[in-house]
């Protein structure tokens, strides 16, 4: 083994990179790698990556795999990844193009090297479903204590490294966004090494576990979203690529896209999402995150159309925004709200957006408006409204100098003293506010004061900073009782926060990723809980649990504990006596 890890390649790759920045032509490009290829392959050692660990646990194949046995003759994607992460998520779809374009008897094998950032992140179970949840067909392995991230040196997720047929290290690209790059180096790699007659065409044993589960109903359902009346339901139901509204008894109303993935405007039976999250209905409109698609759709119930009102259907990068929606690019949307401009005449003026992407809160001008701190926009305009764009924990009163890490849920308290956006974010592990009369972003719970120390996790109730969650992704306001409900996903609770005293209690769950309904809040279990609303009477919550596809409801005034079945499950939950 190399002793200096990815070190090693960083001296002839950068040469490399800096002779790519100046060649006109791909010719010129596929020799400037080959010439590369020539002198590594010729070096007196190899950086060779060591063996994985034979106790470590694999995902999506017939069982172990040896770097240097079973993929001895194959060019080796190595892609380290944690599953919470955007960045990763992100880099997906440039690993399944690679897939689809070389096979393993083409001699590419990619394995996904999962290295947690989180504690919940290194059960072999909740990487099951985040394999299924993610559409990851490739080999997968659990290196739950970093084994191979730390013999390697890798510093941040995602980390890409290209092996050669010897298990000998050629490649590493860090980061999002080298999708160009990784398809030149890999399909010279593959040309080179063909030439010389390394490659092997056997094929690995692949056993997808998606191939083993019986169906569902609902299948990773994200977000929830409750109607004025109390009536409607509206479901994100995430991993069928469909948006379903419902009546409180489960009752089907309008299914709408799924259950395959697209991207297709039109009347419900044609139109097509990609993994949607976050709602958002007034009347009989429903504004989407179209997550995976990097868009907002617009449903009208009425009409039974499916329209886009903002992004272009692949991943922006854009921090600052302006255009006119259906012009704007924009990256992973994960949940919407609606609300109201500073000088708009029209309640629900403006529809907020999490944006996961690119680490900000954005605006979709739905009428004409201002917003703090901001000029006159018209409508349809969609822009950056807070966040910097850099990944980090920085509250500030001058919204655009903030920062967020990955914020993934969204609610409003329009009222006095409030006048705010709550906002969840989930890589910070905190919740934040963000005034919507002068934009200042403020810490409620969670986290700890260094802006860039986003490891400060943990399952404490408490005041404030004390207080300690672990990747939340969904937030509600109870406008009666004046609390906020936080999903606190990686520790399977709910947890409420009382926003005037910051102090974070659980609500519900016992902090074990499991499916119990008990005879209390706190005997009862999730899974992984993405999304959360409250009714407008503050009788009911209902919670997306996520992992357990279903939507379960908490009876926050009752005793009562219950359990309807529809055309889908509903569990209800009682509140229980302390």
Known sequence: MAAEGLAGLLPAQTQLEYALLDADTSQEKEN?????????????RDLTVPELGGDLQWLNTEGPISLHKDLCGKVVVLDFFTYCCINCLHLLPDLYALERQFSDKDGLVIVGVHSAKFPNEKVLDNIKSAI?????????????????????????WPTLVILGPRGNMLFSLVGEG?????????????????ERGQIK???????????????SPLLFPGKVTVDHSGDRLVIADTGHHRILVTRKNGQILHTIGGPNSGRRD???SEAAFNSPQGIAIKNDVIYVAD????????????????????????????????????????SSPW????????????????LWIAMAGTHQIWALMLEDGKLPKGSDLKKGVCLRFAGSGNEENRNNAYPHKAGFAQPSGLSLASEEPWNCLFVVDSESSTVRTISLKDGAVKHLVGGERDPLNLFAFGDVDGAGINAKLQHPLGVTWDKKRKLLYVADSYNHKIKVVDPKMKNCATLAGTGEASNIVGS???????????????????????????????????????????MKQAMFQITYLCKGRK
């Open 520 to 562: 209390s809040f706190t005997q009862s279990t999730f899974n992984e809980p993405g999304g959360l609303c409250v009714e407008e009477n503050g009788r009911l919550m209902y919670v997306a649990d996520t992992n357990n596809h279903q939507i379960k409801v908490l009876d926050l005034e009752t005793k009562i504990l219950s």
């Open 266 to 268: 039109g009347r419900f």
């Open 178 to 194: 080298h999708r160009e790059k990784l398809f030149l180096f890999t399909s010279i790699t593959l040309k080179f090494y063909k």
């Open 32 to 44: 400037l790698v080959y010439q590369y290829l020539k002198r590594m392959d010729s070096r007196e």
């Open 291 to 330: 997550t995976e698609n990097h868009l907002i759709r617009k449903i009208d119930l009425e009409l039974e159309m499916v329209t886009t009102v903002a992004g272009i259907g692949i991943q922006g990068v854009d921090k600052e925004g302006g255009a006119k929606g259906e012009e704007q690019p924009i």
């Open 335 to 350: 949940d919407v709200v609606f609300g109201n401009s500073i000088s708009g005449t029209q309640e629900d003026d403006v």
């Open 132 to 156: 299924l949840r993610y559409n990851i067909v490739h080999p997968v392995v659990n290196d739950a204590d970093a084994t191979l991230w730390h013999e390697l040196e890798v510093s941040c």
């Open 201 to 215: 065409d056997n094929k690995i044993g692949i056993k997808l576990y998606r191939d083993s589960l019986p169906p």
